[in-house]
């Protein structure tokens, strides 16, 4: 079965410390997305990337973060200065057609921010 | 009031038992409509889409009431591996493209 796959699964870093989160999408899908999960809280949206540029920003993307589809395969998230509150597990997600249709998550990629 | 509203519960349930979930959201323009489990940690895997019609998988039926803007999730026979929190997920128009979550609700299946 087609998987979206994340690296790294834990990230430790320094407070004001730069991070790429990277992800490979499922081949044929389309649609990319970034969302986190605080711990014990719900999943929240972050971006979401389409045709080689965003297409929808929550109000969390603030400008300390980018996305990038840097080749065919790779869909990264990069932290400019991270704080103690970027701490959190990221999940990337792709879908065939939209969010409309059924979205896969990788396996997410937990950061602690110290 | 939320997006999208659920029980937190936790439901603890012996195993063999009926749960009932139910889920609120506030956009009556909502588009898509969806139940994922989440595992502790673990990332959210669709359980089953949720059609006006309502529709079933096994033992877990869904139903839609967009009148009441209401989704309920029934899971009968409940097995101990069914322990997990069940989110509930909307695609709302207008919202973009994004998926809205609930907080999820916990369930905890008993011997």
């Known amino acids: 079965e087609p998987e979206v796959t994340q690296t790294p699964s834990h990230q430790v870093t320094q407070m004001g410390q730069e991070v790429i989160l990277r992800c490979v999408p499922i081949?044929?899908?389309?649609?990319f997305y970034w969302y986190r999960q605080i711990l014990g809280q719900k999943v929240e949206f972050l971006v979401s990337?389409?045709?080689?540029?965003?297409?929808?920003k929550s109000e969390i993307f603030d400008d300390q973060f980018s996305v990038e589809r840097p080749d065919g395969s790779n869909f990264t998230l990069k932290i400019r200065s991270t704080k103690l509150e970027d701490s959190a597990m990221y999940f990337c997600?792709?879908?065939?057609?939209?969010?409309?249709?059924?979205?896969?998550f990788g396996q997410g990629t937990r950061l602690t921010v110290v | 009031r939320k997006e999208v509203e659920q029980d937190p519960g936790p439901f603890n349930v012996p195993e063999g038992a009926t749960v009932a979930f139910n889920c609120t959201y506030s956009?009556?323009?909502?588009?898509?409509f969806f139940w994922y489990r989440q595992d502790c940690r673990k990332e959210p895997k669709l359980l089953m889409s949720?059609?006006?019609s309502g529709n079933e998988d096994g033992r877990f039926t869904a139903q839609l009431n967009r009148a009441s803007q209401y989704i309920s999730l029934l899971i009968r026979d409940s097995k101990l591996s069914d322990s997990a929190t069940y989110l509930c997920?909307?695609?709302?128009?207008?919202?973009?493209?994004?998926?809205?979550f609930g907080t999820g609700t916990q369930l905890k299946v008993e011997l």
């Open positions: 997600a792709s879908t065939r057609t939209g969010p409309n249709t059924e979205a896969f």
């Open positions: 081949s044929n899908h389309l649609y």
């Open positions: 956009n009556s323009a909502s588009q898509s």
């Open positions: 990337f389409y045709n080689n540029e965003i297409s929808e």
């Open positions: 949720v059609y006006s």
């Open positions: 997920v909307v695609n709302m128009r207008g919202g973009g493209n994004k998926l809205t």
